[in-house]
């Protein structure tokens, strides 16, 4: 069968993947790993699924994952999923990405985070987004123009942060109108009731992803008195729905010793959460406070926590700052993304508040092209540890060289804190987290493509 449908079109392929994902036996991931590889025509991509492919072989806990989206979910969401992130991003996207690199100079990001709104009932302490004003939002006109030119470049994933983004109006006819794409929309979770849910029903392409600290305790210290119950609420309706979603975690010097906690996560996967992204505590937003980042060992402990959590939990782990070896180092700068905040300003990444380009005065391409991406993303190719890949906490230095370039500007007032007054600490930060990171690097990361490009450079 497999090789009869060697010229079958992409629909096709796609209506058999649909058909198939009725079942989650090892022979059936097996087939629909055979079906995706006719796709893409990017070589990384064919042996990224090959290597899929092999895991489920070896029956690798990992695999428990995708079981659980093809068994737990509602149709409507996992064939959307299944259409839009499997098929329409990762498969035909690749192509159409690689198209269009060739066609401009630079390949294409592979995702943007968008932060319509500003709006938010919550004043976390430490919020990263907490110094916009809370008046900013896109209309939906502009909202909808940015969705249109990236999905030109061939990206069909949006991140929907903010501010809270269940808080425009108007949102859910965004995610109506590009049904051919996925959403993942981070949330505080306290908005989410029964009707929402129908809503998400309706349109299946969004993923809500519930920002947490802890368990109630850690959770309300910062998000205020009964919002641990308000996400573990909207988590029940969801579940019961078949839909699934994320949880999102602020890793702090405070709560480090949770989310390393098997307990912890075996907790989540109870209530249904099928991944966990995980943000390490930059000082930057509201009150920027280095005393909350997670020290150096705390930073390390989570990596390796990660690291066998991924052979263990039928969860997917997503580590923003310690990832760097399996993504080559730092996301931003359109590298794989960039973000456009609730102002229109086009931003290298959700972390770093400058900018030198505005969506209202320019489009999408021509600021991934502009002088300032263009230099960060030569300044990221000057790092060999990718387990130190931050311009903000690892070589702190690039980010004020960065920030300084002609024509960046501040994006909120005090976002120039970290380039300035805290500009010593993160030195210090920088310096005691290399220690750890070089050691880690030579030793567990000997065969890494990284290490041995460089040992050639070197002979």
Not at 333 to 347: L, P, Q, S, T
Request: with cysteine.
């Amino acid at each position: 069968m497999i090789q009869s449908l060697k010229n079958y079109t992409k629909e096709k392929i796609l209506s058999y993947l649909l058909e198939m994902a009725t079942g989650s036996s090892d022979e059936t991931l097996i087939r629909m790993t055979h079906l995706m590889e006719m796709i893409p025509k990017k070589d990384y991509y064919k042996e990224r699924i090959r290597w899929i492919r092999g895991l489920i072989r070896d029956k690798h806990p990992a695999i428990e994952f995708p079981r659980r989206i093809l068994r737990e979910l509602h149709p409507g969401q996992r064939d959307k999923w299944i259409s839009n992130l499997a098929v329409n991003h990762l498969l035909n996207g690749t192509n159409r990405r690689k198209e269009w690199g060739d066609q401009n100079g630079f390949y294409p990001p592979s995702t943007v985070v968008i932060s319509p709104t500003m709006r938010c009932n919550l004043a976390c302490y430490g919020c990263y987004a907490g110094d916009y004003n809370k008046s900013l939002e896109l209309s939906l006109d502009e909202l909808d123009s940015i969705l249109m030119q990236i999905k030109e470049m061939g990206i069909y994933f949006a991140v929907i942060s903010g501010g809270e983004p269940f808080y425009m109006e108007g949102i859910f006819e965004i995610f109506r109108k590009h049904s051919d794409m996925a959403f993942l929309v981070f949330t505080h979770g306290g908005l989410i009731d029964e009707q929402m849910v129908r809503q998400l029903i309706e349109v299946g392409n969004v993923m809500p992803a519930f920002s947490l600290e802890g368990y109630q305790q850690e959770t309300d210290e910062r998000r205020g008195a009964g919002h641990f119950d308000k996400v573990m609420h909207a988590m029940d309706l969801l579940r019961e729905a078949g839909l699934s979603f994320c949880g999102s975690f602020t890793h702090s010097r405070k709560n480090s010793a949770l989310i390393t906690d098997p307990a912890y996560i075996d907790m989540l996967v109870s209530k249904g959460v099928f991944a966990l992204w995980l943000f390490s505590y930059v000082p930057v937003g509201r009150k920027p406070d280095p005393e909350l980042m997670p020290t150096p060992e705390q930073r390390d402990h989570l990596r390796r926590s990660v690291a066998a959590f991924r052979d263990q939990k039928p969860m997917l782990f997503i580590d923003f700052w310690n990832d760097g070896p399996m993504v080559s180092g730092c996301l931003a700068g359109g590298r794989k993304y960039f973000h456009v905040n609730a102002n229109g300003d086009i931003e290298p990444c959700v972390f770093c508040h400058f900018a030198v380009d505005n969506i209202r005065r320019t489009t999408i391409r021509e600021a991934l092209g502009s002088p300032l991406f263009r230099k960060i993303r030569q300044k990221q190719g000057e790092h060999d540890n990718l387990l130190r890949p931050c311009m903000l906490i690892d070589h702190p230095e690039t980010g004020r060289e960065l920030f300084a370039s002609e024509g960046a500007y501040a994006t909120h007032d005090g976002a120039e804190e970290i380039f300035s007054g805290l500009s010593d600490t993160m030195d210090a930060y920088a310096g005691a987290y290399a220690e750890i990171a070089d050691a880690a690097w030579e030793n567990e990361f000997k065969d890494h493509p990284a290490q041995s490009k460089k040992r050639g450079t070197r002979g």
